[in-house]
T-cell receptor, first 112, second 112 residues
Framework: DAGITQSPRHKVTETGTPVTLRCHQT?????MYWYRQDPGHGLRLIHY???????DKGEVSDGYSVSRSKTEDFLLTLESATSSQTSVYFC???????????FGPGTRLLVL | GENVEQHPSTLSVQEGDSAVIKCTYS??????FPWYKQELGKRPQLIID?????GEKKDQRIAVTLNKTAKHFSLHITETQPEDSAVYFC???????????FGKGITLSVRP
């Protein structure tokens, strides 16, 4: 599974609270991605990173921020969670040499 | 930006029959097209991919075809089995930082 872990795997939180999800990889991949998956929408890109401290927005970035201070960790932060951010969040990695993206196990987030 | 459409949204076949899932894309610069299979509660897993310089690729019971002129690509599964039941996502890769755009997914059900 390409050495990708996500934490936490499940989280319940309340509207207005900050939430940080972590993606950790062990294989020194340059590219890392955060997606959200919702019924009827497939997988949508939130933010991605192409190197340490190099990040950019995806198609659904409003309400989310990211940070990558070291190669192995890519953090996704919901500054003030809303019910519309209830979703399953997947991290993915891609190596510099290849095109294929491999997904982490996902985090189920419920915002009440 | 790229737009990937996937039709139909559900497909039911009898065990042993073939299944064909079609996707269309909009950006002629897209050059890599992966297919992912996602079982319930699991992460998306790559099952096959094709690059724009190839018209067809086969791996055992699974094949993918690409028509660049018409901007569509299809997943073919022969001799379907109940374990093929899952959600299948197509995607197209565009851009220097390799952003994948996903279709909304199709639920394949294989009836025993």
């Amino acid at each position: 599974d390409a050495g990708i872990t996500q934490s936490p795997r499940h989280k319940v939180t309340e509207t207005g609270t900050p939430v940080t999800l972590r993606c950790h990889q062990t294989e020194n991949h340059r590219y890392m991605y955060w997606y959200r998956q919702d019924p009827g929408h497939g997988l949508r890109l939130i933010h991605y990173s192409y190197g340490v401290k190099d990040t950019d927005k995806g198609e659904v970035s409003d309400g989310y921020s990211v940070s990558r201070s070291k190669t192995e960790d890519f953090l996704l932060t919901l500054e003030s969670a809303t019910s519309s951010q209830t979703s399953v969040y997947f991290c993915a990695i891609r190596s510099l040499a290849g095109e294929t993206q491999y997904f982490g196990p996902g985090t189920r987030l419920l915002v009440l | 930006g790229e737009n990937v459409e996937q039709h139909p949204s559900t497909l039911s076949v009898q065990e042993g029959d073939s299944a064909v899932i079609k996707c269309t894309y909009s950006d002629s610069a897209s050059n890599y097209f992966p297919w992912y299979k996602q079982e319930l509660g699991k992460r998306p897993q790559l099952i096959i991919d094709i690059r724009s310089n190839v018209g067809e690729k086969k791996d055992q019971r699974i094949a993918v075809t690409l028509n660049k002129t018409a901007k569509h690509f299809s997943l073919h599964i022969t001799e379907t089995q109940p374990e093929d039941s899952a959600v299948y996502f197509c995607a197209a890769l565009t851009g220097a930082n390799s952003k994948l755009t996903f279709g909304k997914g199709i639920t394949l059900s294989v009836r025993p």
